[in-house]
């Protein structure tokens, strides 16, 4: 098996488009890190120049144990005013009313640990809070998933379907090895191509925001509070989580577009619905949660995104993280129960 997956990886990597895709690949990750510091992004730092007479001082900037404070005062303070509100009984939300108190006990935490570099998320629209770009960065490096996933659908719609149209195939099953094993040592190859690529592309990501931003923030933490209880999360240990959850959506776009590829041996029919999945999953899984098709719980896109269900916030009422496993774990049987019929047991 190991001889038979090694043969993939010198057919694979020696073609001119693997090689460019990786390239690409690897030229986003190096993008992705120095992001902020291209120039049409840089905030507008320019002011008008103001004469100060001899006893005008500048005002000082607050330090930022000041500006700590005077955050959690301020949510503090919303916190008092809806439960003085509640007292002299005016209707209060009681939702707000606990988004409110989590707040406050976020940037309390924050305070008491003086966390300079920190990661909360709006409660009302959901968008990251934070003052460090490498927090920032690093959180939205899932994209780099999106282009892995995306190299890993042409590999595996074309691992098959290009050495079927090409003839080359038939060199393969001449040897005295069983077609399910030929078939599982290039799926093999993919599965172990991708893991290399996630663990690779994360940990490049890592070194290079450090060296861009400074490794100091990696000290931060992900706060995060429900029910009245708040926990902090190292922010790489959050970022490295986010990060490997979000891989799920490829895994599964990959063996659909690899059983595809064994089902109708055609690269272009498995490597464009491949993408099409991946790319219209999600848009696909809005409309139907959006319209209440409460069936749509079961298809494969409204499952993948693991991270947003496991924060509580799935795309269809009631769906749990072990639902979405499940279906998962059916999906890819299923996948590849197809790629093996399709391999095994159609005439070359």
């Known amino acids: 098996m190991f001889k038979l997956i090694k043969n993939e990886y010198v057919k694979l990597l020696s073609r001119r488009t693997s090689q460019l895709l990786l390239l690409l690949l690897l030229l986003a990750a190096i993008g992705l890190a120095f992001f902020f510091h291209l120039p049409f992004i840089q905030s507008d730092t320019s002011y008008e120049t103001v004469a100060l007479s001899s006893e005008e001082t500048p005002p000082e900037e607050p330090s930022p144990e000041q500006i700590l404070h005077e955050r959690t005062e301020s949510a503090r303070t919303e916190y008092e005013s809806l439960l003085q509100q509640e007292k002299k009984g005016t209707p209060v939300d009681q939702a707000a009313l606990d988004n409110a108190r989590d707040a406050l006990l976020e940037v309390q935490y924050i305070e008491d640990h003086q966390l300079t570099d920190s990661l909360t998320y709006d409660r009302d629209y959901g968008y990251a809070v934070t003052d460090s ?32 149209s090409q003839g080359t195939i038939k060199f393969l099953l001449i040897n005295p090895v069983r077609r399910g094993k030929i078939l599982w040592s290039k799926f093999l190859c993919c599965l172990s191509l991708l893991a290399f690529l996630l663990f690779f592309l994360f940990g490049l990501e890592v070194l290079l925001l450090g060296i861009s931003y400074g490794f100091s923030g990696y ?5 995060h509070a429900a029910e009245g209880v708040v926990t902090g999360t190292p922010i790489l240990l959050y970022g490295f989580q986010q990060f490997m959850l979000s891989a799920v959506n490829p895994l599964l776009m990959m063996t659909m577009a690899f059983a595809i590829s064994s089902l109708f041996r055609s690269s272009a029919l498995s490597i464009a619905l491949g993408l099409g999945g991946l790319l219209g999953g999600s848009m696909i899984t809005s409309i139907l949660a959006e319209l209440g098709v409460d069936w749509g719980r079961y298809l494969v896109f409204s499952n993948t995104g693991l991270a947003s269900i496991a924060q509580g916030s799935p795309p269809f009422v009631g769906q749990t993280l072990t639902f979405a496993v499940i279906v998962l774990a059916v999906y890819m049987a299923v996948f590849l129960l197809i790629a093996y019929d399709g391999f095994t047991r159609r005439e070359v």
């Open 133 to 164: 770009r490498l927090i920032l960065t690093l959180i939205n490096s899932p994209i780099l998933v999106t282009l892995t996933a995306l190299v890993m659908i042409v590999f595996a719609g074309g691992i098959i379907a290009n050495e079927s």
């Open 219 to 223: 000290a931060g933490e992900y706060v």
